[in-house]
């Protein structure tokens, strides 16, 4: 005798127990349905039935009693193998249709087949042959609501067969059809009897169940009759796939590999069509993605601008240079100063590459009717190459000029502003400084501000010898100006020229040595401080994104329940429907994600328009993308995870 495909011993189902009085559904079934049979299972409202489906198509579990399909035992086998049966063997009609809205007919056919890792080519094959088989051929692209009651339901005995359907499970099928509809849709399930599948036809109409070959009736969660008998039982038809088939495929799921690449393309059509379907709520979480990956970006690159230009300011007279000016060497001592002699064996240290001494005043400078107040800067000859500052017109003056002392001065882009108002060129011209005339020789390139009130463009460069001899009477320097040869080892020359000081100064430190490099430096702490503060500030922007994208994909779970529901019942494992949802997710945070840096790129563009400082940096839009993704992916799960639990059976009968 041969093993039956299903075979159910001492079956029950109990619900409730414990606070609350239990309820036995199923009390005790024993049945065995062999391959090639048409079964009808026929009972009132209430009955057990459908309970008897759900077990039956591996929905749900009976509470005690033992299942046994093609030979192997049900209640032995993973959730993976379980997933296997109902994609496999078999396949579910519903007297709900249980579509989904969202796809076309032939997307709501190939579904069994997408989790069963057929590639797109064949399934687009086969569910447009199987459309055609049941006269559906013109109705392809429609979407359910768009078909009648007997088209939607030929539509599921289409999905039911597009992995074989080697056992039909049709609950219902003809209960919310017209007699007509009816009638077709009893006709394909007699056919599909006669080619060799197993169809159990669950109902309550025994005119329906007349055109079984076997009929089983149940009453209060028992068989209470059952026409098929051993000596009875039709052969199978040709296309009948036997319990030792069956049983060798099953033990092959489990070594079967999951196509990944195809699925997870599938599970981003997906995704996309959901949130396409759902604009208005898509555009509303996509809201809060854009606008916290816009305000990370751009507060980020408001920052770096910030920190890059006031850097570049108070790197304009360079970043190897250093300031050394004379200082008292002990409290209430006089201060020390620093002699030209001193200058000219500094010259000779290797570490050093240029120096000069300097001196300047605050002094009233005058042309024509005009006058204003200037710092003026008694430098030597090196002071463009010192401070990298490039003249605009004119020349600088020259060794010649220091030895004789000569009334030339170079004057900055303000002073020029604001003395030669008409215009005229300024190179040759006569300006008054505290009373003396100099010939103004060059104009400087603009420096901007170097911060803390230093604005370098009201300068004037005379030889230092004038300065002192013409104008201060100074007898020391007031500073000196030292380039170190090497920027990156500014701190190695400070050494160096401290240690020789303190030689010619016998032992004494009476001068004090700044480093440009080290206040770069620390302004360059400061504004990343502040740069972080206003990351981490943006940054809550899209933690609240996030939470939106929960909120959203939580409401989503609960509203596509019944989704869920079909897409297990057509043989979805829990890692797809994790997949599936979490897809979604993470679509969403990618969208939001691109379009917050489109958004924050075109931001910048309009604040540098306005004279606002914009760096953006690729590693920060890049941060801020990726933070949006991880975002979808953390905030996803929960809501994924919780659709991935979901009880089959429940999320069926959901509203």
Known sequence: MSTPLIELIDIRKSYGGGDSPQVDV??????????????????????????????LGCLDRPTSGQYRFAGEDVALLNIDELAWLRREAFGFVFQGYHLIPSSSAQENVEMPAIYAGTSALQRAERAQALLQRLGLGERIGNRPRQLSGGQQQRVSIARAL????????????TGALDSHSGVEVMNLLDELAAQGHVVILITHDRDVAARAQRIIEVRDGEVISDSGTGQNRPEPGAGALHADDLRRRLSQANTERSPWLGETRDALQAAWRVMWTNRMR????????????????????????????VMAQMGAFGSNILFMNGAPPAPRAPSG??????????????????????????????????DMTSTIGGYS??????????????SFFTDADMTSAAAVAVIGSEVQKKLFVDGRDPVGQYILIENVPFQVIGVLASKGSSGANQRNDLRIAIPYTAARIRLSGAEYPEYVVIGAADSTLVHEAEQAIRSLMLRLHNGVADFEIDNSAA?????????????LMLGAIAAISLLVGGIGVMNVMLMTVRERTREIGIRI????????????????????SLVGGLIGIALALLIG???????????FSSLAMLGAFACSVATGVIFGFMPARKAAGLDPVAALTSE
């Open 26 to 55: 199923l009390r005790g079934i024993d049945l065995a349905i062999h391959a090639g049979e048409f079964i009808a299972i026929v009972g009132a409202s209430g009955s057990g039935k459908s309970t008897l489906m759900n077990i």
């Open 162 to 173: 597009m992995n074989g359907g080697h056992i039909i499970l049709a609950d219902e099928p």
């Open 282 to 309: 898509t555009a509303l979480t996509l809201l809060g993605i854009i606008i916290g990956v816009a305000s990370v970006v751009v507060m980020l690159a408001v920052g770096e601008g910030s920190k890059r230009q």
């Open 337 to 370: 100063h620093i002699r030209l002699s001193d200058v000219r064996a500094l010259a000779d240290l290797p570490q050093v590459r240029t120096i000069m001494a300097a001196t300047t005043l605050k002094a009233q400078v005058r042309y024509g009717n005009r």
């Open 381 to 394: 000859p090196v002071f463009p190459k010192i401070f990298s500052w490039p003249l605009t017109a004119g």
């Open 519 to 531: 206040l770069i430096q620390a302004e360059a702490h400061t504004r990343n401080g502040l740069s």
């Open 569 to 588: 019942a057509t043989g979805a494992r829990q890692r797809d429907i994790l997949r599936q949802f979490l897809t979604e997710a993470v679509v969403l």
């Open 605 to 615: 563009s309009a604040l540098t328009l306005a004279d606002v400082a914009v760096a």
